[in-house]
């Protein structure tokens, strides 16, 4: 059967009657979601396609199990975005057989035994462009590099430390192009390491390190001493009880130097270390492989090396039964059902990547080039293959959650809001991991599962509290994946949903755009002229779920109103004071500080300050 080719025009047309008229949707699905073929040819006119071609290859993998989700049932999970989301890299690639590519959204590398040496060091960098150049984002820890100074074997006599090989990695990842993207990279450094002063810094020279995110891992010893103001000692190896290198500094002044340098420029993030690996659950596993070494470029996704993750989310939108009204709810039955059903898919992903990742591999040994070129990407994706079958880790997420709020009357930023959020996020993390468990019995549970190792997990002994009996399950029977929960950007994804994005309350329910226009068209509107005398038309850009709000409350939608009119809108909905500009950013704070709790990787979140803030603050 001879596939359908369509025009641009054709499925731009086609998917914006779908999305009611909605260019920037229809734009977004069409370039970077719609199947197409290395010379551009597309055989997708709609998601409507898209959502069948998804649905078919889940069904397959579903039927290598007992009691399988039929085509039909999945197909109506993931039509019209309404339910269950597969993010970027699964939507584009499951059933894609015109690119090679992984289904991974984000990576994590790092050699075993921390190698410190220029063949270690141009080791990681080759595997992370082949990572890249495949689609995926990726994160590696320079903890191992030894610091500036510090002698070598070799004729450069001393080290050169961290910073020239942060702008290689850099480098590297500008070099990558991936269908209109290029590689997003995140660079991580142990503040324990003696250059950790210098990686801080190396943003902050123009020009540099400008292909990567940059974060620094906090331990609880660090953030002690610049609370008591006392020195903290730096030491390389950082993880040695015999150093071969230790430094005495100022805690609370390098402390100071990392607020000035991320009020100035936003970098470097601060992961704080010993709660990542004291919550994550993998890290029960740290001595099997799955020690926590690095984050994927958005941080939601705390990994150990050569393992990857999939995600997915829930549009907690279409879970508000009546929304807008006085008679607004969330109906917790039916988003229970289908969590469970979304973590299946989700282990279900995990077996599709398995042949995408086999794809791969012959890809890789068909290739022209000889065996010793090939030898690192072949061993890199055998490693990452190995990694991902034996912990089947799973990024099950949230998207909508500003609209869901809305919806139910609530305000974002306000304690009532966090309180409805974190019961949402609760039944969320029992149903996934209930699901897990169920899986388990069926499918078996995931290679080196042992509840003894866990039992002093405080995430998970947070869910033997909420649920005693999942929990007796869980040990009776296993689980299915290592872990399973996370709370990603989905910033495309959230144009095609037509809601919020992510755990983020609305950027702007309303606002005014300018459009450049002809002065000599016939029947053109022109609302300002600038000063170099080009005319411009101005029109209203409503948030998709605010119109909803206006429609429930019998408000006419026009493009004539006044900023003021504009204003007094807002402020009759359930949106006013929620934005992503006037919300209470301490109450978003907290509220991702409780949130997290239930989720058992991270969240990718921001929070907006006045630009009048203070350091101090």
């Not at 591999?361 to 080039?369: A, G």
Request: proline letters at 5%; hydrophobic letters at 35%; one cysteine or more.
């Amino acid at each position: 059967m001879v596939a359908t080719i369509y025009t641009y025009d054709e499925a731009q047309q086609a998917s914006l009657d779908y999305f009611g008229g909605d260019e920037l949707a229809a734009r977004v699905w069409v370039t970077k979601y719609a199947l197409k073929d290395s010379f551009g040819n597309l055989f997708e006119k709609t998601p409507d396609d898209m959502h069948r071609r998804i649905a078919r290859e889940i069904a397959r993998v579903e039927n290598n199990y007992p009691n399988p989700m039929s085509e039909d049932e999945v197909f109506e999970l993931i039509r019209n975005f309404k339910y269950i989301v597969p993010q970027g890299s699964p939507m584009s690639g499951i059933g894609n057989n015109y690119q090679v590519g992984s289904l991974s959204n984000c990576f994590v590398i790092g050699i075993d035994g921390t190698p410190d040496s220029y063949g270690g060091i141009m080791k990681i960098d080759e595997e992370q462009v082949q990572l890249m150049k495949r689609r995926g984002g990726v994160g590696h820890d320079l903890s191992h590099i030894r610091p500036k100074g510090m002698p070598v074997k070799n004729s450069a006599l001393t080290s050169t430390g961290l910073v020239p090989f942060m702008e290689r990695y850099s480098n590297s990842t500008r070099e990558v192009a991936q269908d209109g993207r290029r590689g997003a990279l995140m660079m991580t450094v142990s503040i324990k390491h003696p250059d950790s002063e210098a990686f801080i810094d190396a943003k902050m020279i123009e020009g540099k390190v400008t292909g990567a995110n940059v974060s620094v891992r906090i331990d609880d010893d660090f953030m002690q001493a610049a609370v008591d103001n006392k020195p903290y000692v730096q030491q390389y190896p950082v993880d040695s009880d015999e150093p071969m290198v230790k430094k005495e500094v100022e805690a609370a002044a390098l402390w100071g130097k990392i607020v000035h340098n991320a009020w100035k420029s936003a970098e470097p993030g601060v992961l704080f270390w010993d709660t990542v690996t004291r919550e994550s659950v993998p890290d029960c596993y740290a001595d099997l492989g799955f020690r926590t070494i690095s984050t994927n470029p958005c941080g939601e996704i705390p990994l150990c090396p050569y393992d990857s993750c999939r995600l997915l989310a829930i549009n907690l939108y279409s879970y508000v039964r009546n929304p807008f009204t006085p008679e607004a709810s969330f109906d917790f039955d039916l988003f229970k059902m289908h969590v469970a059903k979304a973590q299946r898919m989700m282990d279900d992903i995990i077996d599709l990547e398995m042949e995408k990742i086999d794809k791969i591999i012959d890809k890789i040994d068909s290739d022209p080039e000889n065996a010793e070129v090939k030898q690192t990407e072949r061993h890199l994706w055998e490693k990452i293959r190995s990694k991902t079958l034996k912990g089947r880790r799973t990024g099950v997420g949230t998207t909508a959650e500003g609209d869901m709020i809305a919806a139910l009357g609530l305000r974002y930023g306000t304690p009532e809001a966090t309180d409805f959020s974190v019961e949402v996020h609760k039944a969320l993390a029992i149903a996934a991991y209930g699901s897990s468990v169920n899986m388990a019995k069926e499918r078996g549970a995931f290679e080196v599962y042992d509840a003894e190792r866990e039992k002093n997990n405080p995430y998970i002994n947070r869910l033997r509290e909420a649920s005693p009996e999942l929990y007796d399950e869980m040990v009776a029977n296993g689980r299915r994946n290592i872990a399973c929960l996370t709370i990603a950007p989905t910033g495309t994804t959230s144009l095609m949903t037509q809601t919020t994005s992510g755990i983020e309350p609305v950027f702007l329910p309303v606002y005014k755009r300018r459009r450049k226009v002809n002065p000599n068209d016939p029947e053109v509107h022109i609302d300002y002229v600038d000063e170099t005398g080009d005319a411009f038309e101005e029109y209203i850009v409503y948030h998709p779920k605010f119109l909803k709000w206006m429609e429930v409350n019998d408000i006419e939608r026009r493009d004539s109103y006044t900023q003021e009119e504009l204003d007094a809108l807002v402020a009759r909905s359930p949106y006013y004071k929620a934005t992503s500009n006037d919300v209470d950013w301490m109450e978003k704070v907290k509220m991702q500080g409780r949130v997290q709790k239930w989720v058992d990787h991270s969240i990718s979140v921001t929070i907006n300050l006045p630009s009048d803030v203070t350091e101090d603050l």
